[in-house]
């Protein structure tokens, strides 16, 4: 029989669960609700009990699975303990020792949840074929995950790709969500593209599809608008454009992976966004024509059960 694994990600609405083949075929996959009552005490046991009544289903024994992999919102240090996730509840725990205990000693690891998600796109997705990639996820935030030689490099203080809070813009005012001033994150993520979008029209007289939608403007009408020829959203576009490329730009002299993948809700713009992004990357790297391309995630909202899962394969 082919031995199993199972990818868990936990987020902080649903827990996402997919069973594996340790080939990466997804056989099975289920959600569960997040109870984060009580700190968060719940979570990891319904996570177990779920798994074994799975497991059970199909006549599948857990000494065939070769092993949990665990995507958590939140920094995971080296040990697979984490200081904090807001998102459930979570202070000073090992989810990554309790989950294995309550499964038999089970083997479990842990890792960020954005991390993860880069993996799973290496592995079986945007990034597959290649050993090295940087994934862009540009959702309500913007995150991020490092893989080199198909390992996830998550820093000494599990920061390494927090790349929505590099600073790249001097000349703002308004605070992130983080503290910083300046961040990626303010003008690339889903909420930042509309916030640009409201600046760019108090700023301009110039007539605009998106002037319908007034403060209510969400990225999918700039994005909409942008690729219908309009002149003020291709501009901020353009803008968000320059940012991320500069972003992705200082990544690419840093690390040289072989492969940005963007994912979250706005890749869902597809290849023009990838155009838009890729004018002024290549503008920000005349060093070489040899660097990272840039591609699209494929594995949407499974990405993290994937990453997962490959967490456990070494």
């Not at 998106?210 to 501009?235: H, N, Y």
Request: glycine content about 14%.
């Amino acid at each position: 029989m082919c031995k199993k694994c199972i990818g868990v990600d936990v987020g902080g609405t649903s827990v996402k669960l997919g069973l594996f083949e340790t080939t990466g075929k997804l056989l099975f996959k289920w959600e569960i609700p997040t109870r984060k009552e009580d700190g968060g005490k719940y979570i990891l046991e319904d996570v177990a009990v779920s798994i074994r009544e799975v497991l059970r289903e199909r006549l599948i024994h857990l000494e065939d699975v070769v092993g949990i992999g665990l995507g958590v919102p939140g920094p995971v240090m080296p040990d697979g303990s984490v200081e904090m996730c807001v998102n459930l509840g979570w202070k000073n725990v090992n989810p990554q020792q309790q989950l294995s205990s309550l499964l038999d000693g089970a083997f479990v690891k842990s890792g960020n949840d954005a991390n993860v998600a880069a993996l799973g796109e290496m592995w079986q997705g945007g990034g597959m074929g290649f050993s090295d990639i940087v994934m862009v996820t540009l959702g309500t935030g913007v995150g991020g995950g490092v893989i080199m030689d198909e390992k996830i490099i998550s820093g000494k203080h599990g920061l390494a790709g927090e790349i929505g809070h590099i600073h790249i813009r001097d000349e703002e005012t308004e605070p992130c969500n983080c503290g910083g001033v300046g961040c990626v994150e303010q003008v690339a993520s889903a909420t930042g593209i509309a916030r640009e979008a409201r600046r760019k029209m108090a700023a301009s007289a110039e007539p605009s599809a998106m002037r319908q939608f007034g403060d209510d403007i969400t990225a999918k009408d700039v994005l909409d608008a942008a690729k219908a020829g309009d002149k003020l959203a291709l501009e901020v576009m353009d803008t968000v454009g320059h940012y991320l490329g500069l972003m992705m730009a200082q990544v690419a002299m840093t690390v040289d992976p072989q492969m940005f993948v963007i994912g979250g809700g706005v890749s869902k713009a597809g290849q023009f966004l990838v155009d838009v992004v890729k004018k002024h990357y290549d503008a920000f790297t005349p060093i070489s024509t040899r660097k990272a391309v840039i591609g699209l995630a494929k594995l949407g909202n499974d990405a993290g059960i994937y990453g997962a899962a490959r967490l456990v394969l070494g």
